[in-house]
């Protein structure tokens, strides 16, 4: 029999992933659909081998109950995965306000005029799941580069990190070229300063000559310092 009219039974078989030696567990949820108290009670055509907690209980109006079997752990694997045993789910309308400790087998016997319905549930073995597939070393995203060592003891660096390698160099030889140039303007501001330096103390000499001859000369005297200054200004400005 599928589901009744009073519970909803899900799923309408109990799958267990079966494995040698370990204890296996499933649930079903019984939905009340009606506006009655429903009780209801699990049996098995094999008690020894499973565990229903809980076993009976009272779904309350329009609400639900988790039901949880568990197989014991098995010493030896079933032919052919094959698995006879069966569960029978059987239900009652009841009186609102029952509760478990109410439920008496009476309550499912039709002869005594209740509302009463039966449920089959087989069992049925299925594959345990299986386990994660391993990753590839190196394959993760985001992974560092990693190298291999050859036969002959060379280490192999992968692409990532030549790559790597080839952009921990490049601001290396930026920072020398970057030297070579402050270096040579340097050398260009030295030069300017010694040509100034030059210049001043043939300034000086100029003037003392102006001085003695007492004209003409002042007039040269200033057309030079000027010109001077204007070299002056282009070398530095340039540098």
Do not use: W
């Not at 752990?73 to 609102?96: N, Y």
């Amino acid at each position: 029999m599928s589901n009744g009219e009073l519970l909803r039974i899900e799923p309408l078989e109990l799958q267990f992933p079966f494995e040698l030696k370990k204890q296996i567990s499933c649930s079903m949820q019984l939905t009340n659909r009606t506006d009655s108290y429903v009780a209801f009670k699990v049996k098995t055509t094999n008690p020894k081998k499973y565990c229903v907690r809980p076993n009976t209980g009272v779904v309350l109006p329009h609400s639900t109950c988790d039901v949880i079997v568990t197989m014991q752990a098995q010493k030896e694997s079933p032919e052919d995965m094959q698995c006879r045993d069966k569960f029978l789910l059987q239900t009652a309308v009841v009186s609102p306000g029952t509760t478990t400790k109410d439920i008496t087998p009476e309550m499912f016997n039709r002869e005594s005029g209740n509302r009463v319905e039966e449920s089959k549930l087989r069992v049925v073995y299925v594959p345990p799941p299986r386990p994660p597939s391993p990753v590839r070393e190196g394959s993760e995203e985001g992974s560092s580069p990693r190298a291999s060592v050859s036969d002959n003891g060379t280490i192999n660096q992968t692409s990532e990190h030549k790559t790597f390698s080839r952009a921990y160099v490049e601001p290396k030889e930026n920072t020398t070229e970057v030297k070579a140039l402050v270096s040579k303007l340097t050398e260009e501001k030295n030069s300017v300063i010694q040509q100034n330096n030059k210049l001043q103390q043939e300034l000086e000499i100029l003037r003392r000559g102006s001085s003695r001859n007492r004209g003409g000369i002042p007039f040269l005297y200033v057309i030079i310092v000027g010109l001077v200054g204007m070299l002056l200004g282009y070398l530095l400005k340039k540098t």
